[in-house]
């Protein structure tokens, strides 16, 4: 499961000479990007694993700003979403950015030189949304497929989900909040996302 995850946000790390100078199609977003991100975690890995906050601080800082949480949020939490307030929203959706931030920096660390190649799409890209897929040679079995959604609402594309062998990443999490909420209410699941966050230090 670690490894799916190395391979989910291997795109959004986005190189600031490129948003500065023009705006890339998601696809040459995603090839350009992986290659950047995963030639700086194989050549620095031994430093990141010994040093855990720098790996996050490098997740949230670098990664994050290209999804678009709020929509992901509220897909997640599904028909409990409108029963929130703004208050509730914003803490729901600041305790699910620690979760992705602590997962995906453990992931990240666990990639080593898989082959990636793309796939193409008839979806392809539409005005407003696209859908790219990857492919990766994991060397045992069938390689891995991974459907990127973005959408554009201003000028910069941003991931709503992603999803690998056609699992999605939201409604997994979906399941399993909606679990938590009905046993613990909302209260519930918030507490139990902010326990899990402080015990791995990830505030």
């Known amino acids: 499961m670690k490894f799916l995850l190395v391979v989910l946000l291997s795109f959004f790390f986005l190189n600031p000479s490129f948003a500065e100078n023009q705006i890339l199609d998601p696809e040459e977003v995603i090839k350009n990007t992986t290659e950047q991100v995963l030639e700086r975690v194989v050549r620095d890995k031994e430093v990141l694993k010994d040093n855990p906050g720098d790996m996050f601080r490098l997740v949230s800082d670098l990664i994050f700003p290209h999804f678009d949480f709020g929509v992901m949020s509220h897909f997640v939490m599904g028909k409990n979403w409108k029963e929130l307030n703004d208050k509730k929203r914003q803490e729901f959706m600041d305790q699910f950015r620690k979760l992705l931030v602590r997962t995906y920096a453990s ?97």
């Open 107 to 203: 992931a990240l660390l666990e990639f080593s030189d898989q082959k990636i190649s793309y796939v193409p799409d008839d979806g392809g890209v539409q005005a407003k949304t696209a859908k790219v897929l990857q492919k990766i040679e994991t060397g045992a079995g069938e390689p891995m497929l991974i459907s990127y959604r973005l959408h554009n609402r201003n000028v910069d594309w941003k991931v709503f989900d992603v999803s690998v062998s056609g699992v999605s990443l939201v409604k997994t999490y979906r399941a399993s909040f909606q679990s938590i909420a009905n046993s613990e209410g909302i209260d519930g699941l918030i507490s139990s996302l902010k326990k899990k966050n402080e015990k791995f230090g990830n505030l």
